[in-house]
Structure formats: structure tokens, C-alpha cells
């Protein structure tokens, strides 16, 4: 059984700062790659920013320059640091993680946290 839990959502205003925070715990052999996701009400989930187990990363276009995507490889922790942020960024953002997981065999399964609501008023 594998959990990911995600903190550090909350409410700031236009051109302040969060960091999130996703811990992944439970019978993990391997974490392949951890991601966030936001959804916006009416909108589809979206991806904002991924890192690899080789340590590369990929940013949505609208966050480039202003999220950071960041591993604790030893503590399965991502973070999103998250600067200038204005109200389109608001959203529910989902912590996603490519877990192998061992037991009687190690395979591959894509687990989601329960999401942290970030509001960015103007």
C-alpha cells in the first residue's frame, strides 16, 4: 500500500509565494518520477512540472521561470516552489508519483495524492 500525501497549499495574493510538499510512503521499492498536477474549476488537470530519478525536469509553459520542481530522494519528498503567482494559477494541485512497489514481484503503478488547494486573489 503506497500513499502520497500532499501540504503547503493556502491562499496568498498576486505575486507571493508557496511551497508544496508530497511525501510518499508505504511499500515503495523504487520512485521512477514525481509530478504536480493542478486542476482549475472547469478545466482539465494539467501538468505543471515533473522531475526524474535521473534528475531531469520539465515545466509547463505558463510556470516556466517561476515554479521550481525539487526531490529529498532519501525521504520520497517532492516539492513545488512556487513564486509570483497570479489568480490563474489557483487551482487543486495533485502530487503524482511512478512507484514500484515490490512484493511478490516489482512493478510499476502511477499513484495520486488527495490535492492542496492553492488561491491566488488579485
Known amino acids: 500500500h503506497v500513499q502520497l500525501v500532499e501540504s503547503g497549499g493556502g491562499s496568498v495574493q498576486a505575486g507571493g509565494s508557496l511551497r508544496l510538499s508530497c511525501t510518499a510512503s508505504?511499500?515503495?521499492?523504487?520512485?521512477?518520477?514525481m509530478s504536480w498536477y493542478r486542476e482549475a474549476p472547469g478545466k482539465q488537470r494539467e501538468l505543471v512540472a515533473a522531475?526524474?530519478?535521473?534528475?531531469?525536469?520539465g515545466y509547463a509553459d505558463s510556470v516556466k521561470g517561476r515554479f521550481t520542481i525539487s526531490r529529498d530522494s532519501a525521504k520520497n519528498m517532492v516539492f513545488l516552489q512556487m513564486n509570483s503567482l497570479n489568480p490563474e494559477d489557483t487551482a487543486v494541485y495533485y502530487c503524482?508519483?511512478?512507484?514500484?512497489?515490490?512484493?511478490?514481484?516489482?512493478?510499476?503503478?502511477?499513484?495520486w495524492g488527495q490535492g492542496t488547494q492553492v488561491t491566488v486573489s488579485s
Open positions: 508505504g511499500n515503495i521499492f523504487s520512485i521512477t518520477a
Open positions: 503524482h508519483a511512478n512507484i514500484v512497489v515490490e512484493t511478490t514481484m516489482r512493478l510499476e503503478y502511477q499513484f
Open positions: 522531475s526524474r530519478s535521473g534528475g531531469s525536469t
